[in-house]
């Protein structure tokens, strides 16, 4: 299944975006996030123009006195146009304009492009004292997935319908630690001063260095697969010394009771198919294939008879309507489903094919 977004055209940048530009822009961008954002820049040529004006703009106003600059005034304008940054060309007059007048204009180009082109740059450090004390929280919905480049340069492919709750940075601890509902895959920039650390469900995940995916979901509890690296791995509720160590192509579970499952060498590709937008199903019980339907369709799966609850199922999407992947799980379980709007029922079917 093809499950990435429509492509928005590469002119399309988010408030998200802009705060990465100006973090890279003004050097608060670690050593990881910065390369990060250079190659992320570098691969679209709208951006590559965005950046290369701002960086002239910030060059001009930082040769010159730029006292005269509204500063109260420029808040203002950020705060009501924060959503929708342009581009403004200077103006082919200027050439022709005399020095003081050329100079004076130059301030007031320069003043605009970075309020409407960078204005997150003004804007941060009015919220900055603010967002130090709060969580920040990415989210996706029904069948999206999303890429957020935290701070330290660690990367983060959120599935559907998952939340990712990155804690404020405790100053005199420096530990680095975010919340997972859903599905994510993790790079993580590795700094043993500044440990990683995912909760997830009542799983805790440190990173020791890797890239690793979890899937965290209420009924069917909390997986974690490791692609590279390793990771040490426990119950919530546990002390840290008895955590167990993963390694690349290490499985984990911990169930809903709390316990830890440890698959060594268990990993395949079908575990990370999600990140390409595929669906993989490998003797998948019932419960676990009802939350990815609706993870990735919105279509909830219920049980007409208690018994069909224990069937496990075997099978790949990839690109299929929701209609016809119900159909192939239904003739996969031998089984029977009828579907009315946001609710898919299977029923037990007898050898004529009606249900029962």
Do not use: C
Not at 44 to 68: F, G, M, P, Q, Y
Not at 238 to 257: G, H, I
Request: without cysteine; aromatic residues 6%.
């Amino acid at each position: 299944m093809n499950m990435s977004k429509p492509d928005e055209g590469s002119a399309y940048l988010s408030p998200d975006d802009w705060e990465r530009i100006a973090r890279y822009l003004t050097g608060e961008a670690g050593a990881g996030e910065a390369e990060a954002t250079e190659r992320w820049v570098e691969a679209d040529l709208h951006r590559i123009k965005v950046v290369r004006l701002l960086e002239t703009v910030l060059a001009n106003v930082a040769r010159e006195d730029s006292s005269d600059i509204d500063i109260d005034g420029a808040l203002k304008l950020v705060k009501s146009r924060f959503d929708e940054p342009k581009v403004i060309p200077f103006s082919t007059r200027m050439a022709s304009a005399s020095p003081d007048r050329s100079f004076s204009a130059l301030l007031r180009v320069a003043a605009a492009a970075i309020i409407i082109i960078g204005g997150t740059m003004l804007w941060q450090s009015v919220r900055r004292s603010r967002a130090d004390a709060e969580d920040q929280t990415y989210a996706t919905s029904i069948g999206d997935r999303r890429q957020v480049v935290l701070r330290d340069g660690t990367t983060v492919l959120l599935g559907p319908t998952s939340r990712l709750v990155v804690s404020s940075i405790t100053p005199d601890e420096g530990d680095r630690v975010v919340m997972l509902d859903g599905v994510a895959y993790f790079r993580v920039v590795h700094d043993p001063a500044h440990p990683f650390t995912v909760k997830a469900g009542k799983m805790i995940i440190r990173d020791v260095g890797t890239a690793f995916s979890i899937d965290n979901d209420d009924s069917a509890g909390t997986r974690v697969a490791v692609d590279s690296g390793t990771i040490a791995i426990g119950a919530a509720a546990e002390d840290r010394e008895r955590d167990a160590v993963l390694n690349a192509r290490d499985r984990a579970t911990v169930d809903r009771k709390g316990v830890v499952l440890v698959e060594r060498s268990a990993v395949s590709d079908d575990d990370l198919a999600w990140t390409q937008g595929r669906l993989v199903f490998r003797d998948a019980p019932l419960i676990l294939v009802g939350a990815e339907l609706y993870r990735w369709y919105g279509v909830r799966l219920r049980v007409a008879d208690s018994s069909l609850a224990n069937l496990h199922l075997t099978a790949s999407f990839s690109g299929e309507p929701v209609d016809r992947v119900l159909n192939v799980i239904a003739l996969s379980l031998g089984a029977r489903i009828e579907r009315e709007g946001s609710v898919a029922v299977l029923y037990r079917a007898t050898a004529s094919g009606a249900r029962r």
